[in-house]
């Protein structure tokens, strides 16, 4: 019990501390799964730093980031503390051009801070 709620408070931690955080297999330079792949490049075409967790790296996060997200799949977004979703809602959302300024605003919002 007390492992789960270590990782669950560095997984808190990780979504408090960074604006924008991909949980992902992998890194966005070596991505170990195609999602992954796909959810990186869309992140590295608005042009700003996030932050990343390779969950193969982290298999305790792996395990309980989806209980704590309700989102059993990966990699997942979350910009500002929220969970924006995984590979599908992410390519969606920047080929609608929505993901963008989400990225551009969070980005500015972490400069400022």
Partial sequence: MAVIMETL???KEQIAENPILLYMKGSPKLPS???SAQASQALMS???QFAY???LQNPDI???LPKYADWPTFPQLW???ELIGGCDI???MFQQGELQPLIKE???KAKES
């Fill in 9 to 11: 408070d560095k997984i």
């Fill in 33 to 35: 799964c195609g999602f």
């Fill in 46 to 48: 608005c042009g700003e």
């Fill in 53 to 55: 967790v390779d969950i």
């Fill in 62 to 64: 792996r395990a309980e």
């Fill in 79 to 81: 910009i500002n503390g």
């Fill in 90 to 92: 992410i390519l969606e």
């Fill in 106 to 108: 969070a980005a500015g």
